[in-house]
């Protein structure tokens, strides 16, 4: 069984109790606080740094190769799959999201660590075609130490992304989790280091950093010997981040925001339209980066489409995660459900419509979970500030199109440009489509579906860079060109 493991958290290698403002996470169904965390201090992270760098110099973890690497990581996901009920129920009970998505998450975060085994036993170093008398070649290596800074939304899922990668590359990483939903991270945390444990590698390759506001974050992106930073979260943090990273002349990877378009054109399936489009924004209560916020449907079918769509958002069963009906569980904080709440009242104060939800829902039941009824909203152009900025909520914004430029010209009037899904028969428009939208991610005729072998990232101000696909270990090292002379005198200074 895993401890809570909010009493200590994980610096340098060893567990204990953090020196910095302690934090009170809160179930978000009910409204408890369900425990304290002992969050990190600036000087713990640098503690942190510090053991890091040493255990990434350490030849026990500097000369092992690719298998052995390879092995820590299946090791990793064998604990995370035995452990996987647990940490589900950790993370309902922090984020609020249902027991069947989080099983799901931890499941996925198991499968990122055998999927990046597989590609670091298959990863070669490059003999590069030779233009004279020598080889050439590139070799990759770890860059370090590096930071990885996640948001609230999928805590073990984006920990995986980040964490498999940085370990497989041969670095150590200062791993900090978002203040709303540290638990699960702290017990993913747990299970890592009684893997380097068991392996006697160097405990201090992983530390969890819990930090209240924003010290623990600016600590790791400021640090001198912090020289990667993997960032997931909102847009601005991202931007701020980035302009650290330039400061210090370091890479920064940004999964950032959106305000995706799922597109329903009039030779769409119906119903299955109907039930990608709920899926795709109201599923994680609409907390999802990808989340399908803006609804285009064609004029001829935009009555009748959106008339059904808001009869069956009106059956979608809202309730907590631990119920294994529920379909829109809470949102992951009081605070936020506010904020989405505000963004509701922005769109009736600038005359948009709210065919449905639009309130928290009644009932004893609901009276202290940070629950929100699943909403659809129409009646305002894409430029009202509901359509531009993302609610991160079950709010979904639909809008009527007339022709094909029309619509690509109100989809892609954005900044951002993470996802998009297409809805229709005809294979020709929904390739053209896909070529002209501009998203990181398109789907047709399917949402939301993920695969660890494809990469992930967005386009605009949705992010920089890449996660996943066969290439992920690649963005957490530095590559290196060897030149080996070959031939007696190559040099034109030679005698
Ligand atoms: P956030 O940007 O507020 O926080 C993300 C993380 O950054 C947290 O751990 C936070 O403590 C930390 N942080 C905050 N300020 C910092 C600073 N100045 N320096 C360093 N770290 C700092 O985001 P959030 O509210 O936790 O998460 C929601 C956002 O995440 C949404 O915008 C969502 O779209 C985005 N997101 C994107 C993806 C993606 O893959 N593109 C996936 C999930 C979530």
């Not at 760098?53 to 996901?77: N, S, T």
């Not at 989790?177 to 590698?201: D, I, Q, Y």
């Not at 005809?426 to 949402?447: E, F, K, P, S």
Request: some cysteine; charged content about 20%.
């Amino acid at each position: 069984m895993l401890r809570t493991p909010a009493d200590e958290i994980l610096i340098a290698g060893r567990f204990r109790r953090g020196a910095g403002t302690p934090i009170s996470t809160v179930n978000p169904a009910d409204g408890t606080v369900i425990t304290t965390v002992h969050a990190a201090s600036a000087e713990e992270v640098d503690e942190a740094a510090r053991a890091a760098a040493e255990a990434v110099a350490d030849p026990a973890w500097r000369e092992l190769l690719p298998h052995q690497r390879a092995r820590l990581l299946h090791r990793i996901a064998d604990l995370v799959e035995e452990h996987a009920d647990e940490l589900s129920a950790l993370q309902t009970a922090d984020t609020g999201k249902s027991l069947t998505e989080t099983r799901a998450l931890a499941l996925s975060a198991a499968g990122t660590f055998r999927y990046t085994a597989a590609a670091l036993e298959t990863a070669e170093d490059a003999l590069t075609p030779a233009r004279g008398p020598y080889l050439t070649m590139s070799v990759y290596e770890p860059i370090g130490v590096v930071g990885a800074i996640n948001p609230w939304n999928s805590p073990i899922a984006s920990d995986a992304q980040k964490v498999a990668p940085a370990l497989a590359g041969g670095n150590a990483v200062l791993l900090k989790p978002a203040e709303w939903t540290p638990l699960v991270s702290l017990a993913f945390g747990r299970l890592v280091h009684r893997a380097l444990t068991e392996a006697g590698l160097p405990t201090a390759l992983l530390s969890v950093l819990p930090g209240k506001g924003r010290v623990v974050g600016d600590a790791i992106v400021h640090h001198p010997l912090v020289r990667r930073i993997g960032f997931t979260g909102g847009t601005s943090t991202g931007r701020s981040i980035a302009r650290s990273a330039a400061d210090k002349l370091i890479p920064a990877s940004l999964e950032l925001g959106g305000k995706s378009p799922t597109i329903v054109r009039e030779d769409a399936d119906v119903d299955q339209a109907l039930a990608g489009v709920m899926f795709g924004i109201f599923s994680s209560s609409g907390q999802s980066c990808i989340a399908g916020s803006r609804l285009f449907v064609h004029r001829s079918r935009y009555d009748a489409f959106v008339g059904e769509l808001v009869e069956r958002v009106r059956k979608l069963r809202v309730g907590p995660g631990t119920d294994a009906a529920t379909q829109v569980a809470p949102l992951v904080h009081h605070r936020h459900r506010d904020a989405v709440a505000d963004y509701v009242d922005l769109a009736r104060s600038e005359g948009g419509r709210v065919l449905c939800g639009g309130a928290a829902p009644a009932g004893p039941q609901y009276a202290d979970g940070a629950y929100y009824l699943p909403t659809v909203i129409d009646g305002l152009p894409n430029s009202a500030r509901v359509c531009q900025e993302e609610i991160f909520g079950p709010v979904l914004l639909a809008l009527p199109y007339d022709d094909e430029d029309d619509l690509v010209a109100q989809a892609n009037d954005s900044v951002f440009g993470l996802a998009c899904g297409i809805w229709t028969r005809d294979a020709r428009a929904a390739w053209r489509l896909a070529r002209r939208i501009d998203a990181g991610t398109v789907w047709i005729n399917t949402y939301k579906q993920f695969s660890i072998s494809t990469p992930f990232g967005g386009m605009k101000e949705s992010g920089l860079g890449t996660e996943k696909g066969r290439d992920l270990i690649r963005a957490y090292q530095r590559q290196k060109s060897l030149y080996w002379g070959t031939a007696e005198s190559p040099l034109p200074w030679a005698n």
